[in-house]
Structures are given as C-alpha cells and as structure tokens.
C-alpha cells in the first residue's frame, strides 16, 4: 500500500489489520473517516447561562457571580450565616387590655379593645382643646372626705376619640399633709383592668385644682376606669352627686345603684391589675380632664 501522509484523500480506502483471538482480522476504512477523526466534531465554544458567565471559545473561564437584591448568584458565608440565623416566626397572642401593643422576647401581645368607633355615654359632642370634661352625666356636686387608703374607680366611656393634656380634681377643704393620685385602668368584660397610667402624688395641703399633666388617648367607644386613690390623711374633695353618674349595677334596692368599684391599697401601691373589688354606691370623687 502506498503511504499517502499529508495527501489523504476522501475516497481512499484503507485496510487495517487488528489481532483479535490469536489471528489477525482485516477492515477497511475510509480516507473521509480518518480525516472526520482528525478535524474532530467536538466543542468550539462555551457560553454560559445566567448567573454562569463564561468568556466563549474552546478553553474558557466560568464563573458565577454573586447574588444580589436582583440578580441571582452565589452566596458568601455570610450571606449563609445572615439566612441561618433568620428568627423564627413570633407567636401571636392577645392580652385582652386596652393601650399599646407590645413586643417581648418572641411574643407579640396585640390588645383587644372592648368596642370603638363611637357608642360611648361620655364626651358625646367633639371635645374641645383645654375645654375641661368628666364622667358626670350633669352639673351637680357635693362634697366629701374620702376614705383613708382607698381606690375608687368609675367607668369612661367617651364617644369620641381623643387626647388630654391633664387630669385633675379639686380640693374644697385642705388637709395638712393629705396626699391623692389619679390613675386610669383599661376594662376587662366591665371590670377595672390594667393600670394604664397613674399620675404622682398630688398635694392637698391647699384648696384648689390639682392637676397631674400627662399624655394619654381616649379611644372612642372603649370602657376605661377613671380612679381617684387617697393617702393616709383624709381633705374635703368635691365629688359627683349620685344623681350625676352613671349607675351600672344595683346593691339591694332600685334607688341603691353602684357606679363604680372600690379597692383597699396604701397610696402608692396601687395595683397593677384588679383582681378583687367591692361595689362603690358613694358619691365618686369628681375627675376632670382636660383635651389637647
């Protein structure tokens, strides 16, 4: 056979001898075969698809970029290490108070108001700023000494939502040393609560307002309870007549209505959640308060 080298042609025809079980098998193939095995029929270029990138051809770089807020990639340890440490969901609860939603640990405790959006007994017209308010239903008062180391709570049920710059009283006859707070309770089912806020230690030493000034919001519809928490030395306040307020249950008798609860605590020590209380058929203590 004559070598052909270089020269290889399509049409020559070629015999190969291989050794297959002691003795020699003869095939033929092609000069096109041969030069189809030699050009090769394989790769001539790479590209890669998003987030792969390659730079083309028969020998080329890939790579895969990182991922960012809108392209999709590769994260780094510490984007791993952001994700791994994801918190878990929090666990919702209700605590069933009025006043603001608070956050602790992983428990989200989201208040349930007792109603809203109007349908309140108290501050019925729009309440005016520094245009003083109260839980009276009328104009008449009287006044009395309270009792030592009582908390007297009666119920607020505004119509409309709003904010106050003050709370106060009045002192018609002072005692030397007499001491008083006023404090607000959210509801629970038409019984005092939560403490909501209670004011500092207000001086009856003298005749005459006693205003604490404070921040708080009235939500229209909700039953909160206004409270008035004497010290250890009686004064002469004014109080609302019973004709005035609002009587939402009766102790024996129809001309016996209670309007509010009594709890017995030293000054100072008010709880922070009612748990036990006795019906109040007194005059309450009168409680202003005064819009923003």
């Keep these: 056979m004559t070598p052909k080298g270089a020269d290889l042609e399509a049409t020559d025809l ?14 033929s193939i092609t000069g096109q075969e041969i030069i189809d095995a030699v050009a090769g029929g394989g790769v001539t270029a790479v590209t890669g698809s998003a987030p792969i990138v390659s730079s083309g051809g028969t020998t080329p770089d890939i790579s895969i970029t990182q991922a960012t807020t809108f392209d999709d990639g590769y994260l780094t340890s510490s984007d791993w290490s952001t994700f791994n440490d994801k918190q878990n969901a929090l666990t919702l609860t209700t605590t069933g108070t009025s006043g603001p939603a608070t956050l602790i640990a992983d428990t989200l405790n989201i208040p349930q108001y007792s109603g809203g959006g109007g349908g309140g007994i108290h501050a019925i017209p729009k309440p005016i700023s520094g245009r003083r308010l109260s839980y009276s239903l009328g104009a008449s008062t009287t006044g009395a000494s309270f009792t030592l180391a009582r908390l007297t709570l009666v119920p607020f049920i505004p119509a409309n939502t709003f904010t106050i710059s003050e709370i106060l009283m009045y002192c018609n006859i002072l005692g030397v040393g007499s001491l008083c707070r006023l404090l607000i309770y959210s509801d629970n089912n038409g019984f005092p609560n939560a403490k909501l806020y209670e004011s500092a230690d207000l001086n009856l030493s003298t005749i005459g307002f006693k205003i604490a000034t404070t921040t708080f919001t009235f939500n229209a519809g909700t039953t909160y309870w206004l409270g008035f928490h004497g010290g250890a030395v009686t004064a002469n306040v004014t109080c609302n007549n019973i004709a005035a307020v609002y009587a939402f249950a009766q102790t024996g008798s129809a001309v016996n209505g209670a309007n509010g609860y009594n709890v017995t605590a030293a000054l100072g020590s008010a709880p922070a959640n009612i748990t036990t209380a006795t019906l109040n058929t007194a005059p309450p203590q009168w409680i202003g308060l005064t819009p923003a």
């Design 14 to 27: 070629l015999e190969v001898s291989t050794l297959e079980s002691g003795s020699y098998v003869t095939r």
